[in-house]
């Protein structure tokens, strides 16, 4: 078992829709990421959660909703996206966000959601 | 602002070769990532450089890290197909250690 997995991989829906992704690490970690990944753009990141508490909103449109409801899972609530909120969703967990990841603590990535929003 | 760039952002090179991609960064940080991601799969970690002057190796990849430059360069020896793959570099800001990522560099290695 992968140490983060998440579900669904693939995921097409309408602009009208509700759906959420599902995120959940097997690291015993306590910071998770909600990450963006577009065509020819930069990594972006988009929420993060330190021991269940976020920590880092990148200035998401509020249709994009977060949840961690414990250290192990992390969800991400979908409703009246856009054409171009199409792009490959990447969770990830590391040991904590904070200066943790300053002293080198490894982010931990899923094989990510395959999103096309039509 | 911290702003990450990555040259070449697409590399073609035959086996056998050596070649280095290169991560600038804009302001002040000695904490810096290096990740590969194949076709339709996840990122995966290389190497963590926390210093100046840091450098790690493994296999034919090898990393290093110059903050005073700000400058890290990964470098590959003699390159085999299987090291074809995306390679992004992250650097943490100090101000809250967010990881701020470079474009990436697609690096495809011909037979």
Redo the contacts between chains.
């Keep these: 078992e992968t140490g983060?997995t998440q579900t669904p991989r693939h995921l097409v829906m309408g602009m009208t829709n509700k759906k959420s992704l599902k995120c959940e690490q097997h690291l015993g970690h306590n910071a998770m990421y909600w990450y963006k990944q577009s065509a020819?753009?930069?990594?972006?990141?988009m929420f993060?959660y330190n021991f269940k508490e976020q920590t880092?909103n990148n200035s998401v449109p509020s249709r994009f909703s977060p949840e961690c409801p414990n250290s192990s899972h992390l969800f991400l609530h979908l409703h009246t996206l856009q054409p171009e909120d199409s792009a490959l969703y990447?969770c990830?967990s590391s040991q904590d966000?904070?200066?943790g990841?300053?002293?080198?603590n490894?982010?931990?990535?899923?094989?990510?959601s395959w999103l096309t929003v039509v | 602002e911290l702003k990450v760039e990555q040259n070449p952002l697409f590399l073609s090179m035959q086996e056998g070769k050596n070649y280095t991609i290169y991560c600038n960064y804009s302001t002040t940080s000695d904490r810096l990532y290096w990740y590969r991601q194949d076709p339709g799969k996840s990122l995966e970690s290389l190497f963590v450089l926390l210093s100046n002057g840091a450098v790690k190796q493994e296999g034919r990849l090898m990393a290093s890290l110059d903050t005073k430059a700000r400058l890290s360069t990964l470098h590959i020896t003699a390159a085999v197909h299987d090291l074809s793959a995306t390679y992004f570099c992250a650097v943490a800001e100090e101000s809250n250690y967010q990881l701020i990522w470079g474009a990436g560099t697609k690096l495809i290695i011909k037979p």
Excluded at chain 1, 106 to 112: H, K, L, M, V
């Design positions: 983060v020819k753009k930069p990594l972006e990141l993060v880092e990447l990830a966000s904070g200066q990841l300053g002293t080198g490894t982010i931990y990535f899923g094989e990510g």
